[in-house]
C-alpha cells in the first residue's frame, strides 16, 4: 500500500495552523497555487470591516528546527531559492516566510523584503539565501499586529516617500532659496546650477514627518514633551547609547529594587526592540 511522507504530513499541518490562526483574528486566508512558490494569501480586516492590505505567506515545515537553528538560539537561518527571493523582493505586498516547528507547533515568521533590506549584499549570485527568521518573531496576537503594522507601513511607503520629497523640497526653498522642480510622474527633476555650502558650525536642522511625527505626537500628548526637545534629547541619549556600547557596556532596565528587569547585550539587540516596539504600537 502507498504510504504518504511525512513531508506532507507536515506541510498540512503548517497550513492548518495558518488559516485557524488568521480565522481567529478575522482574517481571510486563501490557498494559492503551489507552483509559483507563494502558499497562501492573507487579507487583513480590522474589527470585520476590510482594509485594502494583504500579504502573501511561504510557507515551510519541520520536524528538525534545531537543524536551522543559530548557536545563540536568535535565529532560524532557513534556505530559499534565490530566484524565488529575486521574484519577492519586486512584490508590491509584503512575502512572509512562515516556518512551522511540528515538534512544538509553534510558527516563526518574517517578511522576505525585510530581511532583504536588513543586509548588505543581497545581489551576490547564489543559488540559495538563508533567511534569518527572528526566534521571538512567533505568530500570536503581537505577532500579528506587527505584521498589520508592517503590511500597512510597506502599502503607505510611496506615500511617505512622496510627502518626504515634498519636505525637502519646501526646506530647500525655504532656508537656501534653492526651487526645484520635480515630477517623478515622468521622470523630471530640475535644479539650478551651483554650489551648497554648509554652514561652517556643521549644524543641522531636523523635521519630523510621517510615522517620526506621530510618534512625537504622541509623546506630547502622553507625557506633554515637547516634539523639538524630545528630537535633541533623543539624538543626544543614543549617541551616548552608541558609545557605550562601542566601549563594552550593555543596557539594562532596573526595576525600583534594582532587579534587572530586561537586558540588551548588543546594539542591534536594543535596535531590534525598538523596532519592535514601534510596529506595535503603531496606527
Known amino acids: 500500500m502507498p504510504k504518504r511522507p511525512r513531508e506532507h504530513i507536515i506541510e498540512d499541518l503548517a497550513r492548518a495552523q495558518l488559516h485557524q490562526v488568521f480565522a ?60 524565488h527571493i529575486e521574484h519577492w523582493n519586486r512584490f508590491w505586498e509584503p512575502v512572509v516566510l512562515a516556518i512551522y516547528d511540528a515538534s512544538t507547533e ?31 518573531n512567533l505568530l500570536n496576537a503581537e505577532g500579528l499586529q506587527r505584521l498589520r503594522n508592517r503590511t500597512k507601513n510597506r502599502f503607505q511607503r510611496f506615500e511617505a516617500q512622496k510627502e518626504g ?15 526645484i522642480e520635480y515630477e517623478p510622474e515622468f521622470g523630471v527633476l530640475m535644479l539650478p546650477k551651483g554650489e551648497f555650502k554648509p554652514d561652517p558650525s556643521s549644524g543641522r536642522t531636523v523635521t519630523a514627518f510621517g510615522q517620526f511625527a506621530a510618534q512625537l505626537e504622541r509623546f506630547k500628548d502622553k507625557y506633554g514633551i515637547d516634539p523639538q526637545k524630545s528630537v ?5 541619549i543614543m549617541y551616548q547609547i552608541i558609545m557605550a556600547y562601542k566601549g563594552g557596556a550593555k543596557l539594562q532596565v532596573r526595576d525600583k529594587d534594582g532587579a534587572v528587569i530586561n537586558e540588551w547585550e548588543t546594539l542591534e539587540d536594543l535596535e531590534r526592540h525598538v523596532d519592535r516596539q514601534a510596529e506595535l504600537e503603531d496606527d
Open 24 to 83: 481567529r483574528a478575522g482574517w481571510s486566508s486563501e490557498d494559492l497555487n503551489q507552483d509559483y512558490g507563494e502558499d497562501v494569501l492573507i487579507r487583513i480586516f480590522d474589527n470585520g470591516t476590510a482594509t485594502p492590505w494583504s500579504f502573501l505567506i511561504q510557507s515551510k515545515g519541520t520536524d528538525n528546527l534545531e537543524r536551522y537553528l543559530a548557536k545563540d538560539g536568535k535565529n532560524i537561518s532557513f534556505p530559499i531559492r534565490s530566484t
Open 232 to 236: 535633541a534629547d533623543s539624538i543626544d
Open 165 to 179: 520629497a515634498n519636505i525637502l523640497i519646501d526646506e530647500l526653498r525655504k532656508q537656501w532659496g534653492v526651487n
Open 106 to 136: 509553534i510558527t516563526y515568521w518574517e517578511v522576505i523584503q525585510t530581511f532583504l533590506d536588513s543586509i548588505e549584499d543581497s545581489s551576490k549570485p547564489r543559488k540559495s539565501i538563508s533567511v534569518q527568521v527572528p526566534t521571538d
